[in-house]
């Protein structure tokens, strides 16, 4: 019973973690920029292993602080051609932190809990 109550709860975590993140579009990422919000864009692949790893820790991060406003609109990395040539995204497992029209942080392949969090909470003021 332990175990069943266990595995609720984290489904739950994972479930408001994974709230905060949406699919790309043009329309959210605007809406985000006219409103000066903080927002994570995260170029994602599904067969990538370390967008995955960037994607747990993500996940981790709303998990710890479910206060967050931070939002997360996540780039295709396949089908949004166009949008990953915006970004200059050289590759999947790409993240860009902005505060409206103002790009905050550019990673490449981190994987860095400590890393991640930081530039997170740092926007998260």
């Known amino acids: 019973m332990k175990k069943l109550i266990a595995a609720c ?3 739950l975590l994972s479930f408001s973690a994974s709230a905060q993140k949406q699919p790309f579009t043009e329309t959210l990422y605007k809406q985000y920029q006219d409103s ?3 927002f994570l864009v995260d170029v994602y692949a599904t067969w990538c292993p370390t967008c ?3 994607s747990q820790i993500i996940d981790q991060y709303f998990a710890d602080n479910p206060d967050s406003k931070i939002q997360v609109l996540v780039v ?3 089908d949004q051609k166009e949008w990953v040539s915006h970004f200059r995204a050289p590759r ?5 932190l902005y505060k409206g029209n ?3 942080w550019f990673s490449v392949a981190e ?3 400590n890393k991640i969090f930081t530039q997170l909470k740092q926007a998260d003021k």
Request: proline share 0%.
């Open 92 to 96: 999947q497992s790409t993240l860009l």
């Open 111 to 113: 994987t860095n809990k």
């Open 36 to 38: 000066d919000s903080v």
């Open 102 to 104: 103002e790009q905050l």
């Open 9 to 11: 709860f984290i489904a």
């Open 52 to 54: 995955k790893k960037q």
């Open 76 to 78: 295709d990395y396949d």
